[in-house]
């Protein structure tokens, strides 16, 4: 009987995540054992300091590729959001199944809009892209660090001693933790805010040279996802390629197009770019590049480099 070994970060949303995958992996194929490996990283360690003071590339990775290469482990479940737009040396994303929903939520118990929260309220999230964005909409918001799991997050939305009004999250975290029927969080449009490159997306990372991995995992591929999130990368690449940017993009296959909006915004969301357009599906890289290549010629660099 052939074994996998999968790595995982510990959060139960990581756990849960590589649970799923196991689960496609035994159902596609027979006499197949498939456990998993739970890892520490960089950015699981540090739950104090704001994410965006200890990021960079790696935060939540490097210590599954580090695994990886050392052949502890025999494939890497990640979200696809925190993974660095180049390939590391001698890993691929070898598989990348069919997406979660892809929203950004509001949740708070004082309103279902940005637009109706009160006055200079307190939101709670440690991303930059969302920052930027709800300050774009809102410029009198407060917003405030958070950090921790989802559970860990709702609980600080619900103790007065924390001192907020509204925390952001993804829909796809609450679609995979089971956390659909909470009736106080509300997807927010997105003309209002684009989510993540990647977000909503798993990437199942393996070693580049290792065809018979790579075989068993192929099946997991969803080719509508792996072009929407093709394109969405090559956009942040194009930008300069960190996961921590005030950069939102969304890549949306229809029929045997591709279309994909981008925003590059300035953290305190005063200056916002976006950018749109279309193509067929195989070129979904150039896209992105082509849209990263005019948000730069639009100003994109100096919002950036604030």
Request: neutral net charge.
């Given at each position: 009987m052939k074994t996998f070994v999968i790595g995982s970060r510990r959060s139960l949303l990581a756990q849960t995540q590589s649970k799923l995958v196991q689960q496609m992996l035994l159902a596609m194929w027979e006499n197949l054992e498939v456990k998993i490996e739970l890892i520490d990283t960089r950015g699981d360690l540090n739950r104090q300091d704001p994410l965006p003071e200890i990021g960079g590339k790696g935060l939540f990775t490097a210590e599954l590729e580090a695994a990886l290469r050392e052949e502890r482990i025999d494939l890497a479940v990640h979200s696809l959001k925190d993974l660095p737009?180049?390939?590391?040396?001698?890993l691929t994303v070898v598989a990348v199944p069919e997406r979660a929903p892809t929203q950004d939520m509001l949740v708070s118990r004082q309103a279902n809009r940005i637009e109706e929260l009160p006055q200079e309220a307190a939101v709670g999230t440690s991303s930059l892209r969302r920052a930027a964005q709800i300050l774009a909409r809102r410029a009198d918001l407060q917003i405030k660090d958070i950090r921790g799991n989802v559970d860990t997050r709702l609980r600080k939305l619900d103790d007065p001693a924390h001192g907020y009004d509204a925390i952001l999250l993804a829909?796809?975290?609450?679609?995979?933790?089971?956390?659909?029927n909470l009736n106080y969080a509300y997807p927010i449009p997105y003309h209002v805010m684009l989510p993540a490159p990647g977000q909503g997306a798993l990437g199942i990372q393996g070693r580049a040279n290792d065809p018979e991995t790579t075989h068993y995992l192929q099946v997991l591929e969803h080719q509508a996802t792996r072009a929407a999130i093709t394109a969405e990368r090559a956009f942040l690449a194009g930008l300069g390629g960190g996961c921590s940017l005030p950069v939102g993009a969304l890549g949306q296959v229809k029929d045997e197009s591709i279309e994909l909006q981008g925003i590059v915004a300035s953290p305190d969301g005063r200056r916002v770019i976006r950018v749109s357009g279309s193509n067929k599906v195989d070129s979904a890289r150039l896209l992105g590049q082509k849209l990263a290549a005019e948000a730069l010629a639009r100003g994109a660099a100096e919002l950036l480099n604030l």
């Open positions: 737009v180049e390939d590391s040396p001698g829909q796809a975290g609450l679609h995979r933790l089971g956390r659909t």
